[in-house]
């Protein structure tokens, strides 16, 4: 990243004064995105400077999102590089700009060979987002250069000018499609969106190619341990009962198949809902109560839950702050003491007695 670094940042100044000069928005436009490459490499070499500090009593969770964060920034950086580029061309059509196109031509030549060397060292770490962002900035002036070169050379041997904005808007469109996806990836994780999981047609197949999933981890990669999270493909659909007794539904001989229902809770005398998720017989005695961590909700118990339905009526609670449940105006009540109360709200609701059965994340009756 700091090769990286030194290399765009010392050409870019470079093919600054030659876009000046030379007076090609293509040049300009490739040198305006060595300018944003420099800044991209800068900030994802801080970053991942930042993520290796260890946790801290005020980030307990370490500062790993500082990478996901700098591609964030990256990307609307580069969507904002794209823009610029795209109105700048449309206006040189309507007022054509005199190119010197040898200068372009000498200038992007050795640009252009400069460039690969910057992508070769990025592209050896696929992995981590925030590098990935950073090659996209460096491919968007790979592709950038190979157009100012192609513009160069039409120039000089046509005298054609409108190739100059043709060939940054092509390029511009090029690099779009990449931009958009770091950027909705970076902005999923920073949101704390859910991880992908492994849809499957047919949940009763999920023993099988969990295994199968667990040996090619261990085999390729040496993961020993890892959570694997099921997904029926197309999705589930839960339905909603907003407000309803739970004392109404237990008189119903119906069967629920992850149906949602809320409990009313209390936060500092102000009122929300939890919201929780059931499956099987709301008449039968033995309850099962399920509770996510922190960064899940209770739908995600899907697969234990339905294996555990026949014997047990499951439910599965979001807890405040997650999923279906309401979020809370004070930040700082989302701790163990507004969990409990939550929890135990839920309990007098679903009028049972509760004793452990072994995990934090798993409560009976």
Known sequence: ????????????????????????????????????????????????????????????FGFGR??????????????ALVIWIVVEAISRFYDPHKVDGLAVTIVVAIGLVMN????????????????????????????????????????QLTGWMPIDAILSILVSLLILKSTISILR???????????????????????????RINTMLLNKHGIDHVTLQPEEYGGVHEHTHDEESHDELRSLLVIHQGDTFFVDCVSEDVSHRMAYHAWGNPNNPKVLLCVHG???????????AEAMCKDYYVVCSDVVGRGDSDRLANPMLYAVPQYVSDMAELIHKLGVDLRW?????????
């Open 185 to 211: 990836e970076s902005y999923h994780f920073l949101m704390e969106g859910i991880p992908l999981h492994i849809e499957i047609a047919k949940m009763q197949e999920w023993p099988e190619i969990m295994s």
């Open 66 to 79: 500082a990478e996901d964060l700098a591609a964030f920034v990256n990307s609307i950086a580069m969507l």
């Open 294 to 304: 922190l960064t899940r909700r209770g739908s995600h118990c899907k697969t234990l």
């Open 1 to 60: 990243m700091l090769i990286a670094l030194v290399l765009t940042l010392g050409f870019s100044s470079v093919e600054g004064a030659a876009a000046y000069f030379a007076n090609s928005l293509v040049l300009i436009s490739d040198a305006g995105h060595m300018v944003t490459d420099a800044a991209a490499l800068g900030l994802a070499l801080l970053a991942q400077i930042i993520s290796r500090r260890p946790p801290s009593p005020k980030h307990s």
């Open 357 to 365: 059965i072994g995990s934090v994340h798993l409560w009976a009756v």
């Open 116 to 155: 690969i060397i910057v992508a070769w060292v990025l592209s050896r770490d696929k992995k981590r987002v925030n590098t990935r962002a950073a090659l996209v900035h460096v491919m968007g002036d790979l592709l950038g250069s190979i157009a100012s070169l192609m513009a160069g050379v039409a120039i």
